[in-house]
């Protein structure tokens, strides 16, 4: 295995990781609520009484953020190793699983471990597996 260094941004993903930590602790201590997007998406398509209102503002900031760091930074190429038949195909996949396992990876990976949430690990554990698998079979299984 060969590390691209030029494309290696450990800074950038460390701080990026730590401020996701820092959102999800501080909307489930000033919330009481789990930072998951699915359950924020899906409560936008069952809204309870006072509900909508931050649901939209958190969906707002999370397209806002790109357009914001487009502004700053500058526009970024996107690369994507793969056709559109399987984007379409894996987001149907991801769009099942986070159905199938009541939450997406965002809620379980990092708001359900970090409550210890026994579920939560199974599941993270699960959908890292296929992604390992998928991954070993996309590239040196069937050579693609």
């Known amino acids: 295995m ?3 260094w030029n494309n290696f941004t450990p ?3 460390l701080s990026g990781g730590v401020l996701l930590g820092l959102a999800s602790a501080l909307f489930i201590l000033v919330n009481g609520r789990i930072l998951g997007i699915s359950g924020i998406i899906g409560g936008l398509f069952r809204p309870k009484s006072g509900d909508v209102g931050w649901r939209l503002s958190f969906m707002l900031g999370l397209l806002a953020a790109p357009l914001l760091h ?3 930074a500058g526009p970024t190429a996107a690369r994507i190793d793969a056709g ?3 984007v379409v195909i894996a987001g149907l996949l991801v769009g099942v699983g986070t159905r ?3 939450g997406c990876t965002s809620g ?3 708001c359900g471990l970090s409550r210890l949430s026994p579920r939560s690990l199974v599941a993270t554990l699960a959908f890292m597996g296929a992604g390992f ?3 070993f079979l996309a590239r040196h299984a069937l050579g693609s």
């Open 108 to 110: 379980h990976g990092v």
């Open 100 to 102: 199938y396992g009541a």
């Open 11 to 13: 800074w950038a993903s």
């Open 70 to 72: 487009t502004l700053v």
């Open 133 to 135: 698998l998928t991954v």
């Open 2 to 4: 060969m590390i691209d």
């Open 84 to 86: 559109w038949v399987t």
